[in-house]
C-alpha cells in the first residue's frame, strides 16, 4: 500500500514540475497543485515508518550503522550520481558554447559540490541547480545520519519522548522562519533548507512506526485504508489555514495504513499490477528532470512547438510515459545491479577484515 501511495506521490510531483514548463493555463494548474505539497512530506513520513520498522531493533552497535548507511547510499547515490552527470553535461556544453540555455545561469562548481556530498539541502545553498530535486536525497541522507540520535531518545524514553520532541523541533523551526533566519514563510515549504524539513517528517514517520506496531486498532480493510488516504488529500484540497491541518491528516492516513499493514500485509492481487512501477517511485523523482529537459526543454519548446506540432499537452503525456518507462528499466538494470556490486563489495572486503584479525600471530 506505501508503495503505491509514493508512487501516487511521485506521479504528482512529475506533472506538477512539467505544468511549470508550459503555457499560463498550465502554470496555474501547478500553482493548484501546490495545496497537495503534504504529499511530498508523505514521502518522507512513510520512509520515516519504513526505516523504523525495519532498522529500529537491529541497529545496536557503530558496525551496525555502517552497515546500515552503507546500504543507504548504495540505494540512493548510484542513481543521483548518473542523473547528476546529465545536468553537468548541459552544463559543460553551455559553457564551451555548443548550446545555449538559461537553466545552468545558476550552476557553479561550489553547488556541485554540494550536490555530490549531499548537503545541498542543509542550508548551505540558495538555490537549487543541477538535478533540483536532489535537494530530498540530501534531506533524507542527513535524516539518516541523525536516525541513531532517533533511537537514542526512542529507547531511554519512549515513543511520547519523540512526540515531545517533534513538538519542540516544529516549534523552533515555527520561530526560525518568522525571524528570517530560514528564508521560507514556513519550514513545510523549505527545500534548500530542505533537510530540517524532512527530519520533522521522520520523526512523525518514528512516532507512527512504534504506535502502529501496538496493534491497538485491529483494521483489516485496505479500502478504509485508502478512503482515509483520500480523506485527506480531499481535505489538503480545501486549503485549510492551519498549516499543520493537512500533516496531520496525512499523519493519521498513514498510522490507519500501517495498522493495516501489520494486520493484514499487502498480498491483495490489486497491488500486483503497479509494483514494476512502485519500485521505480525513486527514480520517477530523479528521472523526472531529465526526461522534462529533453522532452520539454528541447523536443517541444525548440521543435515541436516553432513547427506548431502537437500541443503541450501531448509533450506533458509524452514525457510521464517516457519517465516512468525509463525509471522502470534503470530500476531494473542500472540500480539493482549496482546496488547489489556495492554491497557484494562491501561484504568481501568485511570478511576479508574478519579473516586477518581471526589469523594466528607468527611466532617470533
Not at 7 to 14: C, D, R, T, Y
Not at 212 to 234: M, N, Y
Amino acid at each position: 500500500m506505501f508503495a503505491t501511495w509514493r508512487l501516487l506521490a511521485a506521479l504528482l510531483v512529475m506533472l506538477y514540475h512539467f505544468c511549470q514548463y508550459g503555457p499560463p493555463a498550465y502554470a496555474k494548474f501547478a500553482v493548484d497543485l501546490e495545496l497537495l505539497t503534504p504529499l511530498l512530506d508523505m514521502f518522507f513520513m512513510v520512509s520515516g515508518f519504513l526505516i523504523s520498522v525495519h532498522y529500529a531493533d537491529r541497529m545496536k552497535s557503530i558496525a551496525d550503522y555502517k552497515i546500515f548507511l552503507i546500504r543507504r547510499l548504495a540505494r540512493l547515490y548510484p542513481l543521483h550520481i548518473l542523473t547528476l552527470s546529465f545536468f553537468c553535461m548541459v552544463w559543460l556544453a553551455v559553457s564551451a558554447g555548443v548550446v545555449s540555455s538559461r537553466m545552468t545561469e545558476t550552476y557553479s562548481l561550489v553547488e556541485l559540490i554540494n550536490e555530490l556530498l549531499l548537503i545541498n539541502a542543509w542550508g548551505v545553498s540558495d538555490v537549487l541547480t543541477f538535478n533540483f530535486v536532489s535537494w530530498s536525497l540530501s534531506a533524507e541522507w542527513f535524516c539518516y545520519l541523525l536516525f541513531p540520535a532517533i533511537l537514542f531518545v526512542w529507547r531511554k524514553w519512549g515513543v511520547f519522548a519523540l512526540i515531545a520532541l517533534l513538538v519542540i523541533y516544529t516549534q523552533i523551526m515555527d520561530v526560525l522562519s518568522d525571524a528570517g533566519v530560514t528564508p521560507f514563510s514556513t519550514w513545510m515549504h523549505a527545500n534548500t533548507w530542505g533537510a530540517y524539513r524532512v527530519f520533522a517528517d521522520f520523526l512523525i514517520g518514528a512516532i507512527v512506526a512504534d504506535l502502529a506496531s501496538r496493534r491497538l486498532l485491529k483494521i483489516r480493510s485496505h479500502a478504509l485504508a485508502w478512503g482515509v488516504f483520500a480523506a485527506a488529500v480531499g481535505y489538503m484540497l480545501t486549503n485549510p489555514s492551519w498549516e499543520y491541518g493537512p500533516i496531520l491528516a496525512i499523519s493519521f492516513a498513514i498510522y490507519i495504513a500501517a495498522q493495516v499493514e501489520f494486520n493484514a500485509p499487502s498480498t491483495s492481487p490489486f497491488y500486483k499490477p503497479f509494483m514494476p512501477f512502485a519500485a521505480a517511485s525513486f527514480g520517477i523523482y530523479l528521472w523526472h528532470p531529465v526526461l522534462a529537459s529533453i522532452v520539454i526543454g528541447v523536443a517541444w519548446n525548440r521543435i515541436l512547438k516553432p513547427m506548431e506540432i502537437g500541443s503541450f499537452y501531448m509533450a506533458i503525456i509524452a514525457a510521464m510515459i517516457l519517465t516512468v518507462l525509463v525509471a522502470v528499466l534503470s530500476a531494473r538494470f542500472f540500480e539493482a545491479p549496482v546496488r547489489k556490486t556495492i554491497l557484494s563489495f562491501v561484504e568481501k572486503r568485511e570478511i576479508k577484515k574478519k579473516k586477518r584479525k581471526a589469523a594466528p600471530v607468527p611466532a617470533e
